[in-house]
């Protein structure tokens, strides 16, 4: 056994911690499908024996992984391969849950609060209504395949959907109630930018406090009117925003990029 670990410290370069280099070794594993999505991934004591390092070692270098999203340790059931993440077009109408359902995912929802609330100078010049107009305001989770990805806080104009309830809420979509009632959405504008994920939201999304997120605003429009507002934190380390970027007059230099 001596022999073996003065063979595995002979491969960490100089100035490397042991635990980052046996993460590192895992991560290369892992993005090169050695182990299949969502299935179970080596424990602490496989670690250890593969890599000849201590138990304090092993445990560190998975929690680099966890950190960075490539494994989900769940209490009672063991250490899995996190599931690929889920990807949307900037240019995508419709919403990451919308699109995880449609990649086979399970996808559900609970409301936390409902209250109603008077719209501020901020929300009133988005809206375009005056100060004062009376706003609903909802908080809710989304979950994809069970895990909380997804702290959304909607605001919608109380003359839209004057007699909501929360039991409504739990039932159905908020966008399918309002196409009940006969809306169509012509319109989605998103702001996107990097976030660190407040103490609150951390606490619903299951992550550590002051986690890397990111924070997506959604105005949803029905031809002029803007209907509803959508403030939502989002796990990136479970989802990410893609763009395709074609200029088919432009010959790039593909070594020069």
């Given amino acids: 056994m001596v ?7 002979r491969s960490v370069p100089e100035g490397v911690s042991m635990y980052r280099w046996v993460a590192e070794q895992l991560r290369n594993e892992i993005m090169e499908e050695k182990w299949e999505k969502g299935s ?5 004591t496989q670690i250890i024996e593969k890599y000849q390092v201590s138990r304090a070692t092993a445990r560190r270098a998975m929690d680099v992984l966890e950190e960075d999203g490539l494994i989900e340790r769940i209490q009672g059931a063991g250490t899995f391969v996190s599931s690929p993440m889920i990807e949307q077009s900037l240019d995508d109408f419709h919403s990451f849950a919308y699109d995880a359902e449609k990649e086979g995912r399970r996808v559900s929802f609970k409301i936390l609060s409902l209250e109603q609330i008077s719209c501020n100078k901020a929300l009133s010049k988005v809206f375009g209504l005056p100060e004062g107009t009376d706003l609903w305001r909802i908080e809710r989770i989304k979950y994809i395949d069970q895990i909380p990805c997804i702290f959304d806080r909607i605001f919608i104009p109380v003359k ?19 196409r009940e009632q006969g809306f169509c959405f012509t319109k989605v504008k998103k702001f996107i930018e990097p976030v660190i994920i407040g103490d609150y939201e951390a606490k619903y999304l299951e992550v550590h406090y002051r986690a890397q997120g990111l924070l997506v605003d959604r105005i949803t429009s029905s031809n002029k009117d803007v209907i509803i507002i959508t403030r939502s934190i989002i796990r990136s380390d479970i989802m990410r925003y893609s763009v395709d970027i074609e200029d088919k007059n432009i010959d790039y230099d593909i070594d020069n990029l």
């Fill in 40 to 44: 179970s991934f080596l424990s602490e």
């Fill in 160 to 178: 839209y959907v004057p007699n909501l309830e929360i039991s409504e809420l739990g039932r159905s979509w908020l966008i399918e109630l309002l």
């Fill in 3 to 9: 022999v073996n670990i003065l063979l595995s410290k």
